[in-house]
């Protein structure tokens, strides 16, 4: 990046640094465990044998459970297209959300994907106990739920819950919506296309808004901001414990701008010189 700047730093109209791509796994860390899950269905379900059965049951009640709440709700519930990107299928109900300054689940996209899970299986030789079973953690494909938030904090936003325990989630954020909202409410104008920002009108607000960007703005309760209602509202859990949140990834980014009247003179740098100022 410094020999770029180097090269090219006359043609540069700004630099900024954010925080592009966040991806956080949630877990439910009462049914993280095989024990965790001997207890939740002993002792608070009261379930003298855990079987597949009552796992199944578990996962039944948590869907009918999202049907019902799209429903009642009005909201969207389809199953994804093979072939077709989630984030371009719903595209068009986030611009309505935008329109109509709503905040909130907009869309409901359905998908059989692999995922973490639990085996049950009965020991091979008798025990003292007739109801122990064997519990282990596996991987399998099963129903998962992504819900598509428009944010008053972070914009939009995508929340992904596996419908089998574990029930584990994954909150899919992009620092540039986050920045985006940032300069709407400071009034500072912008134009923005798909992950950059072209033109500013105050680089260095530009830079505060990335700065903003910590881990308080996903703690605070920001999907249900005062333009939303219950309508609205992400499901919070899938179980009777909470979630606590794991950064999985998060990928920052160095954007810089030319001018629009910027030109690269033919004999001003080899293509030696280009790719290694560019890292290529």
Not at 194 to 213: I, P, R, S, T
Not at 221 to 247: E, F, I, L, Q, V
């Amino acid at each position: 990046m410094d020999l770029f700047t180097r090269l090219f730093g006359d043609l540069l109209a700004f630099v900024y640094h954010c925080f592009d791509r966040i991806v956080i796994h949630g877990y439910l860390t009462g049914l993280s465990r095989p024990e965790h899950v001997v207890h939740f269905f002993r002792e608070v379900g009261g379930a003298p044998v855990i079987s597949k059965e009552i796992l199944s049951e578990r996962t039944h009640r948590y869907q009918s459970w999202v049907e019902a709440f799209a429903r009642n709700h009005g909201i969207p519930i389809e199953w994804a297209e093979k072939g077709v990107r989630k984030e371009d299928f719903v595209l068009r109900w986030q611009r309505r959300m935008v329109r109509k300054n709503a905040y909130g689940v907009y869309f409901i996209l359905k998908s059989m994907e692999l995922g973490p899970t639990f085996r049950i299986s009965a020991p091979k030789y008798p025990t003292q106990d007739p109801n122990y079973r064997i519990i282990a953690h596996q991987r399998s494909r099963f129903t998962h739920y992504y819900f598509y938030i428009r944010d008053q904090t972070l914009g939009p936003i995508v929340m992904r819950i596996g419908s089998f325990l574990p029930f584990q989630a994954t909150y899919y954020l992009n620092g540039h919506s986050f920045i985006e909202h940032q300069l709407k409410a400071a009034n500072v104008d912008f134009r923005k296309d798909d992950n950059a920002f072209l033109a500013v009108g105050d680089v260095a607000a530009l830079q505060a808004a990335a700065d903003k960007l910590s881990p308080e703005s996903f703690a605070s309760d920001s999907t249900t901001g005062p333009s939303s209602s219950a309508r609205n509202s992400p499901p919070r859990s899938a179980g009777r414990s909470s979630y606590h949140a794991a950064m999985r990834s998060v990928r920052s980014s160095t954007a810089s701008i030319l001018s629009s009247s910027a030109t690269f003179p033919s004999t001003s740098c080899s293509s030696e010189a280009v790719s290694l100022a560019c890292g290529d």
